[in-house]
């Protein structure tokens, strides 16, 4: 067996036989269905009722507003135009209101687009201040069509609302927000990759200063090539991830098929209800979630879960390249921080175009240019692959990030092998361009 291979065999089988790394492989997947749900729980809570005090001297918006009480309703408004609006403000201070919406009388209409005042001791929310202009524009606007003596009711029956029923060249019906399911797959694995390449580059770079702070690295250099040892590093830390996403595919495959099946199920025909009932009942039970489990059942799996092999080890070796010279370069992980910004940038400014720039555009020129750029390649390319990517752009962009992981891995081995016995010195962006031209 050669040297390469034990390293790979002792770092792959520490990382893996460690407790937290059995205990956090079985126990993620939990905590990641608890954190959605609390998510989804925080957001469902019922905000603190605000009261708004509507001071209306016209007569003619509070109406409009205190129909808007509700239970859902986060604002409550109170129609306090009886009182002056110094006793509202002394209300205001003592916290009775929220804020006060202050609607003065004018000759005209038009005048009051432009007098409406809200105060408060704190700034409000958009969608308050949008809800709060809509509502008074439309009242300015019914009383517009009054006076231009229109029939307000034949021009409420005249409006429409259209609704675009979607669907495929092959006829088959298709479903709205379908890229937003995409992206949000695409997102997902892209931004597990990110996770992947900043834990185990980072378990890479702390391993690297462990040996070297002990000295122990002394030892180990003395029958093995820094190249050797710093690859072996990355091989074997690089197994030890795709085995806990392994093992992650296979459970959310398994709850996958469950969901299929549960929402799959069909009522027996042979139940003695009415037909109509019958129909109506099997149309419910597979519904709409079906149909979106039928789409997802629809999109490319193969080649997501392939280009996130690829794009994983892609960019996890280039990436833990660079982390492997950072903790040969320091003495410590406090040293590592000024190293460590520039790595970091890419990768967060890659989940930032996949989000803003692939959904709204996936073939555009900006998500095509980062989905092959090596650095930012393998987080945009997966958030692009379930919108379907050519072929040619997919062998471009793996080919471009492990030309580019090997030209890394000949600079980093560089600084690897002389910052692998510097002691005591905080090495500089200076030094590590002499270590270079060695």
Known sequence: MSIVSLIIKREFLSKVRNKSFIVMTFLSPLLFVLVMGFIGYLSSMKADTKRIAVHDEMGLFAPSFT???????????????????????????????????????TNSFKDIEHEVTFISNSSPSISFIENTQRTIAKEITKHNFEEAHLDTLAIKKAQSKVSINLTKASGEASLKGLNEIKIGIGGAFGYLIMMFIIIYGNMVMRSVIEEKTNRIIEIIISSVKPFQLMMGKIIGTSLAGLLQFIIWSVIGFGLLLAASAFFGVQINPSTKLPPEVLASAQHEL???????LNELWNLPIASILIGFVVYFIGGYFLYSSFYAAIGAAVDNQTDSQQFLLPIIMPLVLSVYIGFFTVINDPHGTIATVFSIIPLTSPIVMLMRIPFGVPLWQILISVTLLFATFLAVVWFAAKIYRVGILMYGKKPSWKELYKWLKY
């Not at 597979?286 to 979106?292: E, L, R, S």
Request: proline share 2%; aromatic share 10%; net charge positive.
């Open 286 to 292: 597979a519904g709409t979630a079906q149909m979106y």
């Open 67 to 105: 129909k808007q009480n509700s239970a859902k309703n986060e604002f409550r408004y109170v129609d306090a135009s009886v009182f002056s609006v110094a006793a509202l403000k002394d209300s205001l201070t003592k916290e009775n209101f929220e804020g006060i919406l202050v609607i003065p009388k």
